[in-house]
């Protein structure tokens, strides 16, 4: 289906929305009625559509299936009280997308290409944004794939750019809970100047073993160290790290290797401009958490995960308590959430409307 004609279709419909359990949905694959598929092909990109067929049909030989010359990306689109939909900085994960296939080789989604896509799929899918109310939101997951008729060890000729949809719950339904992680002195989720900067697949397949040791071991992630000493905080599997200190400092690790979230970045924006804290990105020493009194994991997917304490090795460390989200935290989480949903006033250009 062609961009124009969902929107003249949508344009004639109310807000509608099919019922479905918003209160308890997880994060659960579900085949909506669209998706959009675009094609890279003789250098340039073509013209992308709106599909209903939601497989994927490409060659045996793609380089993204066998040498991981794929990236993806997520964000989410939010119902608001007056029941408009939109978008939390889509430019900011297009840019990140962007230098993601810059690293592997693979050619730049444009930014208003990306961003027009994503309004696309949300506009066709329109029914499945959830009521504003529920905390539950529409996922959109972009993935850009190599393919074509290669077994060499080299670039793809062509390239698959889709973004689907699902509707995800609220990630705290009965409010934010901390909960415990394990800092990993075993497995690393990438290399000092590997791809841990990229939202790679390949990262995610590193991944999955410590994620399923600490998963075992009843701790919700993995907390992974600088790979090169092992003496730093980087990040968790999927999402970045932060302490917040007794003299109001927001301090998120810096190093090439952890993938720049922009939950952090917006955090980091939002603790300095919001709530005149100081924004720090610099070394986390795991020998030097005492100086933390709240510490969170933060990413599109729970916003933030206050972090109760973390295991490693013998000792474990509470950061503020194991039951209760701090007072920081949570007005954090608040005001961000407040922004994504359209009740705080967001800073400028973090807002798209979907319409
Ligand atoms: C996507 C991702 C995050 C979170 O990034 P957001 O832009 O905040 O969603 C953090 N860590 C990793 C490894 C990721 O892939």
Redo the contacts with the bound molecule.
Sequence with gaps: MDLNQVKKKKLRSTIMTVSLDWENLGFSYMKLPYRYLAYYRNGAWEKGELTEDATLHISESSPSLHYGQQAFE?LKAYRTKDGSIQLFRPDQNAKRLQRTADRLLMPQVPTDMFVDACKAVVKANEEYVPPYGTGATLYLRPLLIGVGDIIGVKPADEYIFTIFAMPVGNYFKGGLVPTNFLIQDEYDRAAPHGTGAA?VGG?YAASMLPGKIAHDRNFSDVIYLDPATHTKIE?V????FFGITANNEFVTPLSPSI?P????YSLLYLAEHRLGMTPIEGDVFINDLDRFVEAGA???AAVISPIGGVQHGDDFHVFYSETEVGPITRKLYDELTGIQFGDVEAPEGWIVKVD
């Design positions: 997520g939202k990262n990040e599997g999927s999402a970045n993938l979230s922009i939950t952090k933060c990413g599109t």
